[in-house]
């Protein structure tokens, strides 16, 4: 070895170490050589490949899909690498949830070859498409581009080969505060072959205080019934719910934050009421229909008797997030991403159960992950 390649390698020897005390705590989440522990969400399975040590998008399919880490995180700091050849367009997913629409329950980090002059919601770097970087660092003939998620909630922060493209305050962006603040991190694809590599997560401390209602047959004891004879199926991670009548929890609740995830049968009917001691209450409570007739006075989402949602983008028998903000006398309701409906003249503060509801045997409604949180 000559004294010129010594003094080299002696000069990368600190760099080297310093690099990997930076990254220690990491976990690697791509082994270079197959798809373990990544699951291909809304597409066909050959969505994704491997080829040459990086994830691949297979652009022979023509449609969207995403590929799903096979956990959900709060907090984390994400690393890795992206390949852009030419015109392609992609995203990364933070906060996707199990169901529904990743982009919209969850958020977006667009991932786009144009260098724009001024930087927009659509650029590359954008929280795609509300939040426009503060400035633009990507690669696009045939390079390797380095990037870094940290999230810290409310602080999201995201970094391009080495350069703050995005420091935002999540909370202080209306589109954006009520979010979901724990999910899968993914990749979207729009069949162009962007590629990814050396991906590794770090896991920082969670805030969100979320309280268990169902997520399994042993939550079940948190419930009873209330009024009516429903028809109740606890089935695993399920709660399948029938005939007509209505379900509670046995703890009250004034101000709070419900989540959870639904599904139903065509045209079913039925609701989530809250603010009303029980059935044989003098004051009348709160519902939130559960009704997906478009043309319904008041459709899903609605705070019945009271104002009209704009009716969301929801399917029969498909799962959909349902989120319920209720605070004094403000509520706001998220159907799959969307906010459909928002009002702020409840006259009735009760601390009382949540009930759900059904109006209609055999139109059934099932619940999964129901979750809840005092504000």
């Given at each position: 070895?000559?004294?010129?390649?010594?003094?080299?390698?002696?000069?990368?020897?600190?760099?080297?170490?310093?690099?990997?005390?930076?990254?220690?705590?990491?976990?690697?989440?791509?082994?270079?050589?197959?798809?373990?522990?990544w699951?291909?969400?809304d597409?066909?399975?050959?969505?994704f490949?491997?080829k040459?040590g990086?994830?691949?998008?297979?652009?022979?399919?023509?449609?969207?899909?995403?590929?799903?880490?096979?956990r959900?995180?709060?907090?984390?700091?994400f690393r890795?690498?992206?390949?852009?050849?030419?015109?392609m367009?992609?995203?990364?997913?933070?906060?996707?949830?199990?169901?529904?629409?990743?982009m919209?329950n969850?958020?977006?980090?667009?991932l786009?070859?144009?260098?724009?002059?001024?930087?927009m919601?659509?650029?590359?770097?954008?929280?795609?498409p509300?939040?426009?970087p503060?400035?633009?660092?990507?690669r696009?003939?045939?390079?390797?581009?380095?990037?870094?998620?940290?999230?810290?909630?409310?602080?999201?922060?995201?970094?391009?080969n080495?350069?703050?493209?995005?420091?935002?305050?999540?909370?202080?962006?209306?589109?954006?505060?009520?979010?979901?603040?724990?999910?899968?991190?993914?990749?979207e694809?729009?069949?162009?072959?962007?590629?990814?590599?050396?991906?590794?997560?770090?896991?920082?401390?969670?805030?969100?205080?979320l309280?268990?209602?169902?997520?399994?047959?042993?939550?079940?004891?948190?419930?009873?019934?209330?009024?009516?004879?429903?028809v109740?199926?606890?089935?695993?991670?399920?709660?399948?719910?029938?005939?007509?009548?209505?379900?509670?929890?046995?703890?009250?609740?004034?101000?709070?934050?419900?989540?959870?995830?639904v599904?139903h049968?065509?045209?079913?009917n039925?609701?989530?009421?809250?603010r009303?001691?029980?059935?044989?209450?003098?004051?009348?409570?709160?519902?939130?229909?559960?009704?997906?007739?478009?043309?319904?006075?008041?459709?899903?989402g609605?705070?019945?008797?009271?104002?009209?949602?704009?009716?969301?983008?929801?399917?029969?028998?498909?799962w959909?997030?349902?989120?319920l903000?209720?605070?004094d006398?403000?509520c706001?309701?998220?159907?799959?991403g969307?906010?459909v409906?928002?009002?702020?003249?409840?006259?009735?503060?009760?601390?009382?159960?949540?009930?759900?509801?059904?109006?209609?045997?055999?139109?059934?409604?099932?619940y999964?992950?129901?979750?809840?949180?005092?504000?």
């Amino acid at each position: 070895m000559n004294r010129r390649s010594f003094l080299a390698g002696a000069i990368a020897v600190p760099t080297l170490l310093h690099a990997e005390s930076a990254e220690s705590g990491f976990t690697s989440l791509f082994d270079g050589a197959s798809l373990n522990g990544w699951t291909v969400q809304d597409g066909p399975s050959a969505a994704f490949y491997v080829k040459d040590g990086a994830i691949v998008v297979q652009e022979a399919f023509g449609f969207p899909a995403w590929l799903r880490s096979a956990r959900q995180y709060e907090n984390f700091d994400f690393r890795g690498e992206f390949y852009l050849k030419g015109w392609m367009d992609s995203g990364i997913y933070l906060h996707a949830p199990e169901y529904g629409r990743p982009m919209w329950n969850g958020m977006q980090i667009h991932l786009f070859h144009q260098n724009d002059e001024a930087p927009m919601p659509q650029s590359m770097g954008a929280v795609f498409p509300i939040v426009a970087p503060k400035k633009i660092n990507v690669r696009n003939q045939g390079e390797w581009n380095s990037f870094r998620i940290l999230m810290d909630w409310p602080s999201l922060q995201v970094w391009t080969n080495d350069e703050l493209i995005q420091d935002v305050n999540v909370e202080s962006v209306p589109e954006l505060s009520h979010r979901f603040r724990k999910g899968y991190l993914g990749f979207e694809s729009l069949s162009y072959p962007i590629r990814f590599r050396n991906l590794r997560v770090k896991e920082l401390p969670g805030k969100e205080n979320l309280q268990i209602l169902y997520s399994g047959p042993a939550d079940y004891e948190k419930w009873y019934i209330s009024e009516g004879k429903p028809v109740i199926t606890v089935a695993g991670d399920v709660l399948h719910t029938d005939g007509s009548g209505q379900l509670a929890t046995k703890e009250k609740f004034k101000n709070f934050e419900l989540q959870m995830f639904v599904r139903h049968a065509k045209h079913h009917n039925g609701g989530v009421l809250f603010r009303a001691s029980d059935a044989a209450a003098k004051v009348r409570p709160y519902e939130i229909q559960l009704h997906d007739v478009e043309g319904a006075h008041f459709p899903t989402g609605s705070l019945y008797f009271h104002k009209r949602a704009a009716y969301p983008k929801i399917e029969a028998e498909v799962w959909f997030p349902f989120l319920l903000i209720v605070k004094d006398r403000s509520c706001l309701v998220r159907i799959n991403g969307d906010t459909v409906l928002e009002y702020d003249q409840l006259d009735n503060l009760n601390e009382a159960p949540i009930q759900l509801q059904q109006h209609a045997p055999g139109k059934w409604t099932e619940y999964k992950q129901i979750l809840v949180k005092r504000i």
